[in-house]
């Protein structure tokens, strides 16, 4: 599992590096960092992120999720990504 | 450091604005005292009055107003002048600015009647192209409205979300007011604002650190979002390189025009519908027009240069048309007049 949610978090950081053209080199872009330390509170560039994220992982951002408070950490945001990779599509859920 | 913050909100509430004042003001202004006499008195006994008193109360007031607001009238004045150079005005500016404070006033008691929770009175005359929003809504992807600063909209909004289209709407908490005194701006400015959300109800702040994310998600849940597109002074305040404003010609001046909404309107892809708002409670009228045809497929950058200056256009046009009703005449403060 830990490697599944190693993936997702590099996935993450190469997609906001690519999504917001940041002139920072992947390494140079710790896990621990926040958003806010990399591209400040623009708000505009965190709606740039979840789109780019939301189409490499072929995932949907829940309605309520859509909070800075998870988009600005990248760690907790993997944690998410995994979480919505590992339930299963609505359609398969049994009735 | 910038001259007003808004205190960190959580998520979902109203924030409040923080005014530093400006040493350039004078310490007192007579709009401080009506503003005071506003606030709270009028206010107060205005919750109690019936409907109709208030339009005596417009009729009594209104010689005064025309009388005070001269440096008013002198600036929209000037406006109109600087446009006139550049397009077509059909109506008398002398009748144009008068029926501007007339219609100040009237806006100021249309506000005290939205306040009362009941907020009876208010007579809808018409609505046209509804089904434009209602074939976008249908689509799932929400509808900005967008529009100029006309009286009607405030009016127009209550009665539409009355009719199950509730509306966020994008404002400036700090809205610039070159005529208050610091004593006003002091004492009055946030109650001010405290005011008008209580009329507005439904909206955020463009201080609000989450407002671009609060108007994705309720566009992303098929909501509604009304965007003044000639919020210039608010276009200024974008803090960053992807919200800059647009310069464009405009009225006879080159003024700036906020982004941020086109990128979001870019990236939800939903609808952008023009909204037209006439009149005051007395009668109004409210215009969908067709969603503007805007094509996404080139990206953010090509979306906004492309798009824009048509809807800019096009609001000039509404303005020039219906130049009483369009509130900003002599507030555009940062618009340079073009030589």
């Known amino acids: 599992m830990e490697t599944i949610r190693d993936d997702i978090l590099v996935r993450v950081r190469r997609v906001l590096i690519d999504s917001l053209s940041l002139n920072i080199e992947e390494d140079d872009l710790q896990y621990s960092e926040s958003l806010d330390q990399v591209i400040g509170l623009d708000s505009l560039a965190v709606l740039e992120f979840i789109a780019a994220l939301e189409k490499e992982f072929g995932i949907t951002i829940e309605q309520e999720k859509l909070e800075l408070s998870l988009l600005r950490d990248l760690s907790a945001l993997a944690d998410y990504i995994q979480s919505l990779s590992a339930a299963p599509p609505a359609s398969d859920t049994p009735a | ?339």
Request: aromatic share 10%; with cysteine.
């Open chain 2, 1 to 339: 450091m910038p001259p007003s913050l808004v205190e960190a909100a959580p998520s979902g509430e109203f924030g409040r604005v923080v005014e530093r004042p400006d040493p350039r003001r004078p310490w007192f202004a007579v709009k401080d005292l009506l503003w005071l006499f506003y606030l709270y008195p009028f206010r107060l006994a205005a919750a109690l009055m019936p409907t109709g008193l208030f339009l005596m109360f417009n009729r009594l007031v209104d010689p005064v107003c025309q009388r005070l607001t001269f440096s008013r009238k002198r600036a929209i004045r000037r406006h109109l002048e600087a446009a006139k150079r550049f397009h077509k005005i059909e109506q008398d500016l002398d009748q144009v600015t008068a029926g501007l404070i007339t219609n100040d006033v009237r806006r100021a008691t249309d506000d005290l009647i939205l306040h009362k929770l009941a907020a009876r009175g208010l007579n809808c005359t018409r609505i046209q192209g509804l089904g434009y929003l209602e074939d976008a809504l249908a689509r799932g992807k929400g509808a900005i409205l967008l529009s100029g600063h006309f009286y009607a909209h405030r009016i127009a909004r209550r009665h539409l979300e009355r009719m199950g289209y509730p509306t966020l709407s994008v404002r400036n908490g700090n809205p610039p007011d070159a005529t208050m005194g610091r004593i006003g701006q002091r004492f009055l400015h946030q109650p001010y604002i405290e005011y008008l959300h209580g009329i507005i109800r439904d909206e955020v702040l463009i201080q609000d650190p989450e407002c671009t994310l609060k108007i994705f998600k309720r566009l992303r849940a098929g909501g509604i979002v009304h965007i003044y597109l000639d919020a210039g002074v608010a276009a200024l305040r974008a803090n960053s390189e992807a919200k800059k404003p647009l310069w464009l010609p405009f009225l006879g001046t080159l003024r700036p025009f906020p982004t941020g909404f086109m990128r979001i309107a870019c990236l939800s892809g939903c609808a952008v519908i023009p909204l037209l708002c006439l009149g005051d409670s007395r009668g109004f009228t409210i215009t969908f027009d067709e969603p503007a045809n805007l094509t996404r497929d080139a990206g953010p950058e090509e979306f906004v240069t492309a798009g824009l200056p048509g809807l800019v256009a096009d609001l000039e046009s509404k303005i020039l048309k219906h130049a009483q009703q369009w509130e900003l005449w002599g507030i555009s403060e940062r618009s340079t007049y073009l030589p």
